[in-house]
């Protein structure tokens, strides 16, 4: 009804061709990245896919996971870089820790397009901004992001959300850095 693409999580391959009639973008969020019956039934809907990492997987781990989804013959794939999990956290309300690497790497061994999702990954609405910046310095193609006009009255990930006049600053100084590396948004 508004225009607006949508993007959403599809958690079983029974429900993959109903949620595919409706959505644009079908998700598959980071415990399901090893759902390999679930892979394969996305890579044969048609419909682009954005495949989150599992917070204990590697990188080949993750790029094995693409494979599933595109010897089905779905070239659509975007990674989604959500963060890792580690016992040496420096705060106990970081849900994990961004994979910055994981960016340059995913360019080196494959083509496919790698986006960044501070919000979850932090847990934290003051580490965001600088997550999403370090993401736009070191190559990432996208970036999500949890915004609402007032994240404390949010219903969901009220910790993480961005308010509106912050997503504003952070545009501004992300233009500037894409600007600065050649990848101007």
């Known amino acids: 009804i508004s225009g607006m693409p949508i993007v959403t999580e599809v958690l079983d391959p029974r429900n993959v ?4 009639s409706y959505a644009d973008v079908l998700q598959i969020g980071a415990r399901n990245m090893q759902n390999f019956p679930l892979l394969a039934e996305v890579g044969r809907s048609g419909k682009p896919v ?5 917070f204990g997987c590697s990188l080949r781990d993750w790029l094995g996971a ?8 779905n070239p659509n794939v ?4 959500r963060g890792v999990s580690t016992a040496h956290t420096h705060e106990g309300t970081s849900r ?3 994979d910055i690497q994981v960016i340059p790497a995913v360019r080196e061994y494959s083509h496919l397009p790698v986006i960044v999702d501070p919000s979850h990954a932090t847990f934290k609405r003051s580490y965001v901004p600088a997550i999403a910046k370090a993401a736009m310095a070191v190559g990432a193609d996208g970036i999500i992001l949890d915004v609402h006009p007032v994240p404390e009255q949010a219903a969901v990930d009220p910790l993480q959300a961005l308010s509106y006049p ?7 100084e992300l233009k500037a850095i894409g600007k600065a590396v050649g990848r101007p948004i």
Do not use: P, T, W, Y
């Open 17 to 20: 061709e109903m949620v595919a």
């Open 50 to 54: 954005l495949l989150k990492r599992h």
């Open 66 to 73: 693409s494979e599933h989804i595109l010897v089905q013959g």
């Open 78 to 81: 975007v990674l989604c870089e």
């Open 96 to 98: 994990f820790i961004v």
């Open 166 to 172: 912050a997503f504003d600053q952070l545009m501004v």
